[in-house]
């Protein structure tokens, strides 16, 4: 068993994409807020801090692990990007975690089979600034089963600040919720019915046997917030606040 204060099945769930939308922190906060956050002791549930490629220079010189969104960059741990099949072709794919954005409009389903066996692993928008960038529960079972089925690990991003489904007040957009995905990727044809879920005492029900296991298909997620997600597991009792 993890002597971390954060379960296994937790750990490196969330990237930190600070200063990508909704938050837009100015650079050197992010910074500044990661650098706190890797030194902290909810540190092991925290990834890298998402850049995007074309501001990775401006950064300088970084002590901790970063990866570039919208193409590769030398350093980055990861590299995150948009399908293409060119994509393929690239020698550094071999050396860098790559995760590859797929449009819901698109034939997603065949670039999935054409993922299989590649060291490319497909992702997924959960959320964004306008509703048509949240996928239906339909939709995004579909998308978990089809990787289950294929042997691919996933990736998702945006909107999944919270544990439960629920509405946003200010907006009026319907979110997922990050241990609505957890449960849908541990229990294999009940993935609709996971996702459905909006009391989340429910679904740390579900998740709490497995803490201590590695976390099935799921990568994790980028959030512009790292700290919503954190007290949401904290008001839940799947972790235990050591500062």
């Known amino acids: 068993?993890?002597?971390?204060?954060?379960p296994q099945l937790l750990q490196g769930l969330i990237d930190d994409a600070a200063v990508f939308p909704p938050g837009n922190a100015p650079l050197p906060a992010?910074?500044?807020a990661h650098r706190e956050h890797r030194s902290a002791w909810y540190a092991a549930f925290v990834g890298p801090l998402l850049l995007p490629v074309g501001r990775i220079a401006e950064a300088g010189p970084l002590d901790f692990p970063f990866g570039a969104i919208g193409g590769h960059a030398p350093g980055a741990v990861q590299v995150e990007l948009p399908w293409s099949p060119s994509l393929l072709d690239e020698d550094w794919i071999d050396t860098t975690k790559v995760y590859a954005e797929i449009s819901r409009d698109s034939d997603w389903r065949s670039t999935l089979d054409a993922l299989v066996g590649t060291p490319v692993t497909p992702k997924f928008r959960t959320g964004g600034l306008s509703p048509e960038l949240f996928p239906s529960i339909g939709e995004l079972a579909a998308i978990i089963s089809a990787c289950r089925s294929r042997g691919l690990r996933i990736k998702?991003?945006?909107g999944l600040h919270h544990a439960a489904r629920h509405t946003d007040p200010s907006t009026g957009f319907t979110h997922h919720g990050f241990l609505n995905i957890l449960a849908a990727c541990l229990t294999p044809g009940e993935e609709a019915f996971m996702l459905e879920a909006t009391d989340p005492e429910v679904l740390a029900a579900v998740v709490r046997p497995h803490l201590f296991q590695e976390r099935p298909l799921w990568v994790g997620f980028g959030t512009c917030s790292v700290t919503e997600p954190l007290e949401?597991?904290?008001?839940?009792?799947?972790?235990?606040?050591?500062?």
């Open 1 to 6: 068993m993890s002597t971390s204060a954060i």
């Open 30 to 32: 992010a910074i500044l």
């Open 156 to 158: 998702l991003t945006a």
């Open 232 to 243: 949401d597991i904290l008001k839940l009792g799947l972790v235990e606040d050591r500062s």
